[in-house]
Each structure stands twice: as structure tokens, then as C-alpha cells.
């Protein structure tokens, strides 16, 4: 990942144009303000998961479930869900 050292000034005065460098292109910023290092700008660590954009194509590949095991499903959702506030609930939400 290359860094850059600016001042705070450039920062200022360009901020979007790095961000988007941060981001698109891994760059990490050194911040000075003087002599002094005061900040790192740095592109986020790696998240786990999975894309929530491709949510539909891992759903659609998925095998589908038998009629008992839908019934099962809905079964145990009745079941989880049986004991949550209803509508007459004191927090009026």
C-alpha cells in the first residue's frame, strides 16, 4: 500500500480528491502539520461477510426447500416469534 506525507493544509484543501485515492487506490496519507505526524489516513481493514449485493444470486443457487421443510420453518418462526410484544404494547411502537 503506497504512502504520501501532505500537510494538513493540502489535506484541507483537497479532501475529496484524496479520500477517493484512499479508497480507490489504497493510498495512506501521513498528515503533518509542521515537523509533527498528526494523523493517518488509511483505507478500511477487510470486512468479513458476505456482499449484500450478490445476496440474489447465492439465494437463488441455494436448493429449495421440501413442503414438510417449510412448514417446519414457519413452525419454528410461530414458535420464536409467539412470546413478542403485540400491537397493544406499552412503548406504543
Do not use: C
Amino acid at each position: 500500500m503506497p504512502t504520501r506525507t501532505i500537510t494538513a493544509t493540502a489535506l484541507a484543501r483537497n479532501f475529496s480528491d484524496l479520500l477517493n485515492q484512499v479508497r480507490y487506490k489504497g493510498l495512506t496519507l501521513d498528515v503533518r502539520r509542521g515537523n509533527e505526524l498528526i494523523a493517518r489516513v488509511t483505507p478500511p481493514a477487510n470486512i468479513a461477510g458476505f456482499p449484500i449485493d450478490q445476496i440474489d444470486a447465492l439465494l437463488s443457487a441455494a436448493p429449495a426447500l421440501s413442503d414438510v421443510e417449510i412448514g417446519e420453518f414457519l413452525r419454528d418462526i410461530h414458535e420464536a416469534t409467539g412470546g413478542l410484544a403485540t400491537e397493544d404494547s406499552v412503548w406504543g411502537s
